[in-house]
């Protein structure tokens, strides 16, 4: 697809969340060098002006809402921001996760992951996408993860929240089919981002977030789920042919190296 192509059927305007740092920055920032405008929000207000300034530089208008999404009032001030513009691409690139046995965690922070990772993105969905879907034409990228495909030991609310995210996103991409509204979800593997930090665990090979995002873009509208780069696709498709329970016990055991 062309960048004007791209423009005319996602423009004029993207929503990308999380778009300080990692997949959400490289998704802002490859989004208006194909032409959109962009509404970027995070809670980092340092790297969300530098983002900021990266796009003006592109050309393109942005407009920078410096919010935390976990909370009610974040998303109360990214939606305010957003009244009067035709927005035809939403990117909830916001998330968060950690690494730990889930008996250990904070009920404060699987609070926030949950509202986050799930409630956030399927409130921005119901806002905007039927708005789309009046104007026949936009797009709605999802970010998820490989950890999406089974219970993972050890990550078990990060993935159990990545697992909502693709069976929405699968099910949205049904159920939007024909009209001019295209859905994705992105499953990335292991990527060189701010996650690992927060998370507490330690990553071996990543994948660059820039080639995350830009196999993404390309995909929007040729199908409805991705693993973006070679790394995704071989962790995946190391695994095709086990058992459920097999594949489970196996990622907690690599998990449980990890944190």
């Known amino acids: 697809m062309t960048d004007t192509d791209f423009s005319t059927r996602y423009g004029p305007w ?56 976990a909370t009610a009032q974040g998303q109360a001030a990214l939606n305010a921001a957003c009244d009067g513009l035709e ?30 990772n799930c409630a956030c993105v399927s409130g921005l969905v119901l806002r905007y ?15 998820a993860s490989i950890l999406a495909y089974q219970g993972t030991p050890y990550a078990a609310q990060y993935a159990a929240t990545k697992a909502y995210v693709l069976s929405l996103g699968e099910a949205l991409a049904v159920e939007l089919r024909g ?15 701010r996650f690992a930090g927060r998370a507490r665990m330690r990553l071996g090979k990543t994948m660059a977030p820039a080639r ?22 071989l962790l995946h498709g190391a695994f095709l042919g086990w058992p459920r329970g097999a594949k489970v016990r196996m990622m907690g055991r690599i998990m449980k190296g990890m944190t």
């Not at 995350?212 to 696709?233: F, I, M, N």
């Open 14 to 69: 993207a929503i990308v969340t999380g778009a300080s740092s990692g997949i959400g920055r490289e998704l802002a920032i490859q989004t208006a060098a194909r032409g959109l405008d962009i509404i970027v929000t995070a809670r980092d207000a340092g790297r969300l002006q530098e983002v900021a300034d990266q796009i003006r530089a592109l050309g393109r208008e942005v407009r920078a809402v410096v919010a935390d999404l």
């Open 179 to 193: 009209t001019g509204v295209d859905v994705l979800v992105s499953l990335p593997g292991p990527t060189a981002t």
């Open 87 to 116: 927005v035809g691409l939403l990117v909830p690139a916001a998330g968060f996760g950690s690494g730990g046995a889930f008996l250990d965690a904070d009920a404060h922070e699987m609070h926030d992951m949950v509202e986050l």
């Open 212 to 233: 995350v995002a830009a196999e993404s873009l390309e995909a929007l509208g040729r199908s409805a789920t991705l693993l973006p780069g070679g790394l995704s696709k």
């Open 129 to 143: 996408a039927p708005l789309m879907v009046q104007r026949r034409r936009g797009g709605v990228l999802l970010v």
